[in-house]
């Protein structure tokens, strides 16, 4: 593989990775509700699910879903229950008032955060297809194991970057205190974006 190789492959996934989609939404409404440092592993878990689905593709994801569609199926629909349930939870406890570090600890550790990064990429089976059929297609065949695991860390880091700094963004004061005075309005905004992306994933 050579070093433009190498580069383009990184600058499709980049693009990609900044596009809108649940991950995104999920790293802004985190950064505003619970704060950087909980945005931060997200963001990290966020970036752990794209390898796990490009670490799949380079090892024949998309040969797999050709011989049994019916599996991509599956995948769809469970990753579509997961946003909508996810959604269906922000709508419900839209009304609730946003904690304030003088109201007790922020709600969700490293660890949940961490998972919920995790499973939000696996839910989407969106970066499937886009590993499956896009990546794959940048990366030579007998691409040497060094150039295979910078990729994979190429996945990582700008996965990491990029919902990072969407969570960063949205955890100052000013968009914090927007949320604040709008966050039932805005939790069930994002609630039903969400839902929508669900059901175009389970039924697309």
């Given at each position: 593989m050579s070093l433009a190789a190498f580069l383009a492959a990184w600058a499709l996934h980049l693009v990609a990775a900044a596009s809108p989609g649940p991950a995104i939404l999920m790293s802004a409404r985190t950064?505003?509700?619970?704060?950087?440092r909980?945005?931060?592993?997200?963001?990290?878990?966020?970036?752990?699910?794209a390898v796990i689905w490009a670490v799949a593709a380079l090892f024949g994801l998309a040969v797999l879903f050709q011989v049994a569609p019916a599996l991509l199926w599956g995948f769809k629909i469970a990753g579509g229950l997961?946003?909508?349930?996810?959604?269906?939870?922000?709508?419900?406890h839209a009304p609730e008032p946003l904690?304030?570090?003088?109201?007790?600890?922020?709600?969700?550790?490293?660890?949940?955060?961490l998972w919920l990064g995790i499973a939000?990429?696996?839910?989407?089976?969106?970066?499937a297809v886009f590993f499956g059929a896009v990546f794959v297609g940048t990366?030579?065949?007998?691409?040497?194991?060094?150039?295979?695991?910078?990729?994979?860390v190429a996945v990582f880091l700008n996965e990491v970057a990029c919902n990072t700094l969407v969570a960063r963004l949205f955890s100052f004061d000013g968009p914090r205190r927007a949320?604040?005075?709008?966050?039932?309005?805005?939790?069930?905004?994002?609630?039903?974006?969400?839902?929508?992306?669900?059901?175009?994933?389970?039924?697309?």
């Open positions: 950064g505003v509700t619970e704060g950087f909980t945005g931060l592993f997200l963001a990290m878990g966020l970036g752990l699910g997961f946003l909508l349930w996810i959604a269906l939870s922000m709508w419900r904690a304030t570090p003088t109201e007790g600890d922020v709600p969700r550790g490293a660890l949940s955060a939000t990429q696996l839910a989407n089976p969106k970066p990366v030579p065949p007998g691409t040497s194991w060094p150039w295979l695991a910078a990729l994979l949320y604040a005075r709008m966050k039932t309005g805005i939790d069930r905004s994002f609630g039903g974006i969400l839902a929508i992306l669900g059901l175009k994933i389970a039924v697309s």
